[in-house]
């Protein structure tokens, strides 16, 4: 098979060249509309897995840009994740002071069997998402697993979503989990669900290093 690139007429590159031209034309003229700039609410939810890895990426393209508002300090508040040490976290926390990590969660709810445990933990943890809320030099908060403590009502969701609306300008926050509720994603300015097409649980691959934590 032969590497070489297949021949093109100057037909066709005169064809996709007009064609190309007329499309950035109405991309530039899409991208010169956009005009507001201001600190967003993301959510990542959905079956599919990648939700909070999306938001740890989105923490990394962040912290490269320590010359503007939202690229100064990172808040990370884990909720229901607990019990071992994530790969990401260790690879963030080299940021040194730019990095605020909190893991609260004592883990998966089937895991601790106590809801009266895993309410206090969750309130906890929202406290301390309140606290990071309110420190300026925070740029981008991730609230990991919140989709889940407000699906099993482990917190008051007409507070979250009041307090997510009303949280400070220029402030990105991040709430990951499956199910997220109707209120929040309403209240989002991005909200991103993740599929499942295939997953290699189902084929009795375990969690890996490196790839689930």
């Not at 079956?47 to 010359?67: I, M």
């Not at 400070?168 to 989002?188: D, M, Q, S």
């Amino acid at each position: 098979m032969s590497d070489a690139p297949p021949a093109i007429s100057p037909e066709e590159a005169a064809r996709h060249r007009a064609r190309m031209e007329k499309r950035k034309a109405v991309q530039d003229a899409e991208v010169a509309g956009k005009t507001a700039e201001k600190g967003l609410l993301m959510v990542h939810t959905g079956p599919g897995k990648g939700k909070s890895t999306a938001a740890f990426g989105l923490a990394l393209r962040v912290l490269g840009h320590p010359d503007t508002g939202a690229g100064g300090r990172v808040g990370v508040v884990q909720f229901i994740k607990g019990g071992w040490q994530a790969g990401e976290r260790a690879a963030l926390e080299s940021f040194g002071p730019r990095v605020a990590w909190f893991t609260m969660g004592e883990g998966f709810t089937w895991e601790t069997q106590d809801l009266a445990r895993d309410i206090a933990a969750a309130r906890a943890a929202w406290a301390k998402a309140l606290e990071l809320m309110a420190d300026p030099a925070i740029g981008l908060l991730i609230l990991d697993e919140i989709n889940i403590a407000l699906r099993y009502d482990y917190l008051p969701e007409a507070e979250v979503v009041a307090a997510l609306k009303g949280r400070r300008a220029g402030l990105h926050v991040v709430a990951t989990g499956r199910n997220a509720r109707p209120a929040l994603i309403e209240a989002a300015d991005l909200v991103t669900e993740m599929g499942l097409v295939k997953h290699h649980f189902a084929a009795g691959v375990k969690a890996q290093k490196g790839v689930e934590f």
